[in-house]
Nanobody, 120 residues
Framework: QVQLVESGGGLVQAGGSLRLSCAAS????????MRWYRQAPGNQRDLVSS???????TYADSVKGRFTISRDNAKNTVYLQMSSLKPDDTAVYLC??????????????WGQGTQVTVSA
């Protein structure tokens, strides 16, 4: 089995920064894309950013220029550096990854999420 564990959330004032981490453990023979989603109360779950195993990245328009995704393949960890935070960034941030256990196919996994709250 595979576990994704997020950390780094918290309460920050508008304009501040936070760095989220998500570590994958368990039967992680190979990890393809890793992603960060966020979900605010009453809203749908939205893709914030993604990164492939070779470092190609995508960002939602709402976070471009403020958030940076990166990964450490040796540690099976993905990061999300968030700067110039706004109250609208308040949400539960969830990690998502496509992981192979070495038996020939990839499965999609979710973490439990970490709360980010940005005060005005």
């Amino acid at each position: 089995q595979v576990q994704l564990v997020e950390s780094g959330g918290g309460l920050v004032q508008a304009g501040g920064s936070l760095r989220l981490s998500c570590a994958a453990s368990g039967r992680t023979f190979s990890i393809n894309a890793m992603r960060w989603y966020r979900q605010a109360p009453g809203n749908q779950r939205d893709l914030v950013s993604s990164i492939t195993s070779d470092g190609r990245t995508t960002y939602a328009d709402s976070v471009k220029g403020r958030f940076t995704i990166s990964r450490d393949n040796a540690k099976n960890t993905v990061y999300l550096q968030m700067s110039s935070l706004k109250p609208d960034d308040t949400a539960v941030y969830l990690c998502n990854a496509d992981v192979s256990d070495g038996r020939g196919y990839y499965r999609n996994y979710w973490g439990q999420g970490t709360q980010v709250t940005v005060s005005a």
